[in-house]
Structures are given as structure tokens and as C-alpha cells.
């Protein structure tokens, strides 16, 4: 029909038409500019990658940090360990007898004296065995009274010529048989007397005593594992520790009138520290563990220490002279080994260092720092290094080690590189 619109499926209207060729071309246009940008951007990473340098390096932003002055002073070499508290003396208190034990003459736990009774054991059949040997005794001394009378005897018939040769020899012979048996039977009776006082067991040492181990009533032996009683000497008590084998050359060095001291770390509320002097350095080196054991003896008048308990231990070796010291933080580890950040005119600057010593808290190091630098203590991970960084206030090294239970650590060359 002429003026009607065609209404067939897949037929477009002039205005249709327009619409899609608009899109096509706002389509074209923004893949072009993205194309533009992308070739841009390429363009940008060529040019920095040819000067060595970074889009991120030129553009990084301030990065905050906190400082800390580089201080030259002497420093304390000073090791911390563990230690395990022994007792001076331990004895464990064993029957030398057999028999039945009557009665302990002590609470477990007391404190005992050297030689106090402590048990007593059945001493009857003991009394009995001394009185046998007496006896014996005094039936040989009688016979050897009459030996030797009868010695005398034949001695002056033979001078006389009443009696043989023969039978002067036979009555020496029988005094000295004689002679000897009592001497025999005194040693019986030394040893039956012995025995008897076996029955009644005292005190080896002063000490405390442990746990009763075989009470009254039973039939104790004299074997080592049958122990009655353990005393443990706490007054003057000891303390045991190791010691890295690098720090002999330091410990041989010290003696006479400027000996080593071990210090028990305590708090006030348990009364503070003690020191006391080193006394024993072992002879080996545990091949393990790579330690040498140290000892030293503390009064413990108060009873404060006991043996089996661990303390932290701090050992003062020495000294290193002028020093360059800064916070432990402001060290940083990387492939080529320790370096700190230093603050130059505004700028993060990266210098390695050689660590000599570490307390738990501040270091000291050698290498190209000096007295008042400023080191970054607080921040490093946003510092690039060249770049410019916004400094806080100052941070005040302590001066003395905050983490008790931190030990001090060595750079490859020691305490001294």
C-alpha cells in the first residue's frame, strides 16, 4: 500500500540507522584513546627504565619516621643465661646395718645438724653379737695366760736340762697361736661394737631434710638403693650455668682480685639481686652444645634459692671502650648483611655497619656513623633509600637492658669486630 512503513522483520528505520552509527563511532573513539593511554604509559616506563630509575622511586611519598641519636660510649659485654640451682652437699642417708628400724627422730622437711640422730635401728641382736665377742675374748686372754706360763716353764727346765728342746719350741708356739687369737678377738669385738653403733644413724651434714622414704617398722638393708632420707645442704648453695665456648677467652682473663660475678636477676619484691663470685670454670667444652659450665656459691641466708629451681643469670665479661651505641631497632638486616637508616638533610641515606655486641636493647656497631647522627629507629619499611622523610621526636635510648630474658648476640667478628 503506497505511504504505509514497511513492517517487515529486519528492516531499520532511518532514525535507527542514524542511532547506530553514532554508537559505532563514540565506540571506535574510546578504544582509540585507551590505545593512546596504553601507548603512553609505555612510552613513560621505557623512558624510566633507561635512566634506572622507577615511576614509584621519583613519586614516593614522605615517609614518617622517628630517630635516635648515635651516642660513643663505653658498653657492658654482658652475657644472660639460664641458670639451675644445686645444693652444696647431698647426701642420702643409707643403713649400714640390717635390721628393723625403730624410730626417726625427725619431721620430713627439718632442718637437721651435722651428727643429730636421726634414726635408730633394733640394736638387740647387735648387743648380743658384742657381748659373744667379749666373751671369746676374755676365754683366749685366759688361755693365753697359761700359754705364756707354760713358756716360762719349759724355758727354765730346759736350762736345766729336765725338759727337751722339742717342748720348749711347742710352748712358744702355743703363746704365740694364743697371741695372735686375741688379737683376733679383739678385732671381733671392735667390729661387733662397730656394728652397734651403726644401729643408731646421725647426720652426715647440716642440711634439710626430704621426704622419709621407709618408715618405722620396716626391715631396712645397707644397699645404696635403699636410701632412708635425702639432706640437701642449702647454706651456702650453688648455681650452675653455661657460658657460649667463644666467651673462654674473656672468662680465663678474669681471677685474683677482679673476679667474674654472677648475678641472680630478681625483682625488688623478692629482694632484688645477688651477686656472688664465680669459682669453678670447667675443664671441657660440652662438644653438643658448644658451652663451658661456670659455678658460683651464694650464701642464701635466706633461704631464697632451692635446689632444682631455674633463674636468669647476667654475667658482666668486660667492657668495649668508646663505642658507637644506638637502639637496637634501628638495625636492619639484608642480603649484604646489617645497615641503619641515617638522616641526611632530609633524606634517608642506607650505611652497613659490622655489629660487635647486643645487649636486648641497644648495640654497638662499627662503620661509617659518628657521635650525634641520626638514625631511624621507627618507620623503615616506608623508607626508600635517597627519598625524603618527615622525622618525629626524638627517641631516648635506655640505658640499661629492658628485656630480662633477651641474651646478647654477636656479629661474626664477636664482641671485639
Same mark, same amino acid.
Given at each position: 500500500?503506497?505511504?504505509?512503513?514497511?513492517?517487515?522483520?529486519?528492516?531499520?528505520?532511518?532514525?535507527?540507522?542514524?542511532?547506530?552509527?553514532?554508537?559505532?563511532?563514540?565506540?571506535?573513539?574510546?578504544?582509540?584513546?585507551?590505545? +593512546?593511554?596504553?601507548?603512553?604509559?609505555?612510552?613513560?616506563?621505557?623512558?624510566?627504565?633507561?635512566?634506572?630509575?622507577? *615511576?614509584?622511586?621519583?613519586?614516593?611519598?614522605?615517609?614518617?619516621?622517628?630517630?635516635?641519636?648515635?651516642?660513643?660510649?663505653?658498653?657492658?659485654?654482658?652475657?644472660?643465661?639460664?641458670?639451675?640451682?644445686?645444693?652444696?652437699?647431698?647426701?642420702?642417708?643409707?643403713?649400714?646395718?640390717?635390721?628393723?628400724?625403730?624410730?626417726?627422730?625427725?619431721?620430713?622437711?627439718?632442718?637437721?645438724?651435722?651428727?643429730?640422730?636421726?634414726?635408730?635401728?633394733?640394736?638387740?641382736?647387735?648387743?648380743?653379737?658384742?657381748?659373744?665377742?667379749?666373751?671369746?675374748?676374755?676365754?683366749?686372754?685366759?688361755?693365753?695366760?697359761?700359754?705364756?706360763?707354760?713358756?716360762?716353764?719349759?724355758?727354765?727346765?730346759?736350762?736345766?736340762?729336765? +725338759?727337751?728342746?722339742?717342748?720348749? $719350741?711347742?710352748?712358744?708356739?702355743?703363746?704365740?697361736?694364743?697371741?695372735?687369737?686375741? +688379737?683376733?678377738?679383739?678385732?671381733?669385738?671392735?667390729?661387733?661394737?662397730?656394728?652397734?653403733?651403726?644401729?643408731?644413724?646421725?647426720?652426715?651434714?647440716?642440711?634439710?631434710?626430704?621426704?622419709?622414704?621407709?618408715?618405722?617398722?620396716?626391715?631396712?638393708?645397707?644397699?645404696?638403693?635403699?636410701?632412708?632420707?635425702?639432706?640437701?645442704?642449702?647454706?651456702?648453695?650453688?648455681?650452675?650455668?653455661?657460658?657460649?665456648?667463644?666467651?673462654?677467652?674473656?672468662?680465663?682473663?678474669?681471677?685474683?682480685?677482679?673476679?667474674?660475678? +654472677?648475678?641472680?636477676?630478681?625483682? #625488688? #619484691?623478692?629482694?632484688? *639481686?645477688?651477686?656472688?663470685?664465680? &669459682?669453678?670454670?670447667?675443664?671441657?667444652?660440652?662438644?653438643?652444645?658448644?658451652?663451658?659450665?661456670?659455678?658460683?656459691?651464694?650464701?642464701?641466708?635466706?633461704?631464697?634459692?632451692?635446689?632444682?629451681?631455674?633463674?636468669?643469670?647476667?654475667?658482666?665479661?668486660?667492657?668495649?671502650?668508646? #663505642?658507637?651505641?644506638?637502639?637496637?631497632?634501628?638495625?636492619? &638486616?639484608?642480603?649484604?648483611?646489617? &645497615?641503619?637508616?641515617?638522616?641526611?638533610?632530609?633524606? #634517608?641515606?642506607?650505611?652497613?655497619?659490622?655489629?660487635?655486641?647486643? $645487649?636486648?636493647?641497644?648495640?654497638?656497631?662499627?662503620?661509617?656513623?659518628?657521635?650525634?647522627?641520626?638514625?631511624?629507629?621507627?618507620?623503615?619499611?616506608?623508607?626508600?633509600?635517597?627519598?625524603?622523610?618527615?622525622?618525629?621526636?626524638?627517641?631516648?635510648?635506655?640505658?640499661?637492658?629492658? $628485656?630480662?630474658?633477651?641474651?646478647?648476640?654477636?656479629?661474626? $667478628?664477636?664482641?671485639?669486630?
Amino acid at each position: 500500500m503506497a505511504g504505509s512503513h514497511d513492517l517487515r522483520v529486519g528492516a531499520q528505520s532511518p532514525t535507527t540507522s542514524r542511532f547506530g552509527t553514532r554508537f559505532a563511532r563514540a565506540r571506535t573513539l574510546k578504544w582509540a584513546v585507551a590505545a +593512546a593511554g596504553l601507548l603512553l604509559a609505555l612510552a613513560v616506563y621505557r623512558h624510566f627504565a633507561d635512566k634506572g630509575t622507577s *615511576p614509584a622511586a621519583t613519586g614516593f611519598p614522605v615517609a614518617p619516621v622517628r630517630v635516635a641519636k648515635v651516642e660513643r660510649r663505653n658498653m657492658a659485654v654482658v652475657e644472660r643465661t639460664l641458670g639451675t640451682v644445686i645444693p652444696d652437699a647431698t647426701v642420702q642417708v643409707i643403713a649400714r646395718v640390717e635390721g628393723m628400724l625403730e624410730t626417726a627422730y625427725f619431721q620430713e622437711g627439718q632442718f637437721v645438724k651435722k651428727g643429730q640422730l636421726l634414726f635408730q635401728i633394733d640394736p638387740r641382736p647387735f648387743q648380743a653379737a658384742l657381748a659373744q665377742t667379749r666373751a671369746t675374748l676374755e676365754h683366749d686372754q685366759a688361755m693365753l695366760r697359761n700359754a705364756e706360763r707354760d713358756r716360762l716353764r719349759y724355758e727354765g727346765l730346759f736350762k736345766q736340762n729336765s +725338759a727337751s728342746s722339742q717342748q720348749v $719350741d711347742t710352748a712358744v708356739a702355743n703363746a704365740d697361736a694364743l697371741t695372735a687369737t686375741v +688379737a683376733l678377738d679383739k678385732a671381733a669385738v671392735n667390729f661387733a661394737r662397730l656394728n652397734l653403733e651403726y644401729t643408731q644413724i646421725r647426720s652426715p651434714i647440716d642440711g634439710k631434710t626430704g621426704a622419709l622414704l621407709v618408715q618405722p617398722g620396716n626391715m631396712i638393708s645397707g644397699t645404696p638403693s635403699a636410701a632412708l632420707v635425702t639432706i640437701n645442704k642449702l647454706r651456702p648453695i650453688k648455681l650452675a650455668f653455661d657460658l657460649p665456648q667463644s666467651d673462654y677467652w674473656r672468662i680465663r682473663g678474669r681471677g685474683g682480685a677482679d673476679p667474674l660475678l +654472677a648475678t641472680v636477676d630478681r625483682s #625488688a #619484691a623478692q629482694g632484688g *639481686p645477688l651477686s656472688a663470685p664465680i &669459682y669453678f670454670t670447667s675443664n671441657t667444652v660440652d662438644s653438643q652444645s658448644g658451652t663451658i659450665e661456670l659455678r658460683a656459691t651464694f650464701a642464701n641466708t635466706d633461704l631464697s634459692l632451692l635446689p632444682g629451681q631455674t633463674v636468669n643469670v647476667t654475667v658482666k665479661l668486660s667492657d668495649i671502650s668508646n #663505642a658507637l651505641i644506638l637502639p637496637r631497632n634501628a638495625l636492619n &638486616y639484608g642480603p649484604n648483611g646489617p &645497615y641503619v637508616f641515617v638522616v641526611v638533610d632530609g633524606r #634517608a641515606v642506607m650505611r652497613p655497619v659490622a655489629l660487635r655486641f647486643d $645487649d636486648g636493647t641497644n648495640v654497638a656497631v662499627a662503620g661509617a656513623l659518628k657521635p650525634d647522627d641520626s638514625v631511624i629507629v621507627e618507620g623503615q619499611l616506608s623508607v626508600v633509600p635517597g627519598e625524603r622523610v618527615k622525622v618525629f621526636p626524638l627517641v631516648h635510648m635506655q640505658m640499661s637492658p629492658a $628485656d630480662e630474658n633477651l641474651g646478647p648476640q654477636y656479629g661474626p $667478628d664477636g664482641p671485639g669486630g
